[in-house]
């Protein structure tokens, strides 16, 4: 759901810049990677929404809890069993580039499904926006932290506490 124009990227380089052609080979690339773990997530596939993620990630969301790589496995395992449908976006900003490393600030958008016996479909809708940093290794890029700057939860068009759903924030 990447629909809205790419900010400019800015970046720096061991204090030069980089030279724009090259910040926006890397923003292509970095956006290239959530596009396909979006794919993923689609797909309702935990692998794939996790293919880019190292196991070491610590990220840190909205409300100051530290996350682990674990975390994250488990509440993709949980999301991917109760949805019956998974929509996601995650358009990148912007870049900064020091080195072997990429700081996006990217804006996510995640719409799930959720059915519950004996009920409608609970239709949730959650918004957020982060600071990602992604390394280069020799296995390609992969983000290594995550800072949650803005998250917010909509359930049947409601707004909810994240936990409401019982599903982590981040």
């Known amino acids: 759901m990447a629909l809205a124009a790419l900010l400019p990227s800015t970046a720096a380089l061991a204090g030069t810049s980089l030279p724009k052609l090259q910040v926006k080979s890397v923003k292509s690339a970095i956006q290239s990677m959530y596009d396909r773990e979006n794919a993923a997530a689609g797909l309702k596939d935990t692998h794939g929404m996790l293919k880019y993620v190292s196991t070491g990630f610590v990220g840190v969301d909205s409300k100051g809890k ?9 509440s993709a395992q949980q ?11 995650t358009i990148v900003r912007q870049c900064k580039v020091v080195g072997n490393k990429v700081v996006a600030k990217v804006d996510d958008e995640v719409r799930i499904v959720v059915a ?4 409608s479909p609970t239709h949730v809708v959650d918004v957020s926006s982060a600071n990602d940093t992604w390394t ?10 995550s800072h949650t700057l803005t998250h917010k939860v909509m359930v049947d068009g409601q707004p909810a506490d994240d936990n409401d759903m019982g599903l982590p924030s981040f």
């Open 116 to 119: 519950v016996p004996d009920q």
């Open 66 to 74: 530290h996350i682990t790589y674990h975390d994250l496995v488990d």
């Open 79 to 89: 999301v991917v069993s109760m949805a019956t449908t998974v929509q996601a976006g």
């Open 136 to 145: 280069k290794t020799p296995a390609g890029w992969r983000l290594t932290s």
